[in-house]
């Protein structure tokens, strides 16, 4: 039953690796030649300024680039995490209803409500039990991961006070004065 599902993600895992493996292959002569250009610099200072300023130097060179790097992947970083927390405020987990998630908690009890008025509806909540029964590990595996995406009820004390008026999409306002009237 299962097989499927495991070579699918065998291939993959290893189309996953070679590519890599290929990226790391183009990469390799690159790093080589980064280590003889460094080496030729070396030789070049130290016949020019002598061994003990050229080392200094270089020391002082790879210290700026490694900084540099630093900065680099900082800066990246920052802007993902950014990305990240704007994704996270953008997500439609966090506008599902009240009514909605009621709903969604008192369904699994109206369908069986709606099983028991069926004819058969009794023989077949037996057998599905009985099937449950024998795949328990699996059943509680799925209810494990249903209850990660069970909704959860917003309240106020989430730090949320980002609209702090009660806004009426369809009524009048009545802060507003009219001329008409007594």
């Avoid at 690796?17 to 030649?33: C, E, H, M, T, W």
């Avoid at 699996?138 to 730090?159: C, K, N, Y």
């Amino acid at each position: 039953m299962f097989r499927g599902v495991i070579n699918s993600a065998k291939n993959a895992a290893s189309n996953l690796a070679v590519k890599y493996l290929a990226r790391a292959s183009v990469a390799v002569p690159f790093v080589l030649a980064a280590g003889f250009a460094l080496a030729g610099l070396t030789v070049l200072l130290s016949q020019r300024f002598g061994s003990l300023t050229a080392y200094w130097v270089m020391a002082g060179g790879l210290c700026v680039a490694g900084i540099l790097a630093a900065a680099f992947v900082s800066a990246k970083e920052h802007k993902e995490e950014a990305a990240e927390i704007e994704a996270e405020k953008s997500d439609t987990s966090s506008t599902v209803s009240d009514a909605a998630a009621e709903a969604i908690s008192q369904a699994p009890i109206a369908l069986l409500g709606g099983i028991f008025t069926i004819p058969g509806g009794p023989a077949t909540v037996l057998s599905t039990a009985r099937v449950i029964g024998r795949n328990w590990p699996m059943a509680v595996l799925l209810v494990l991961i249903g209850g990660l995406f069970w909704p959860t009820r917003s309240t106020a004390d989430d730090g949320d006070d980002e609209l702090t008026v009660q806004l009426r999409p369809n009524g009048p306002d009545p802060d507003i004065r009219s001329g008409i009237g007594p």
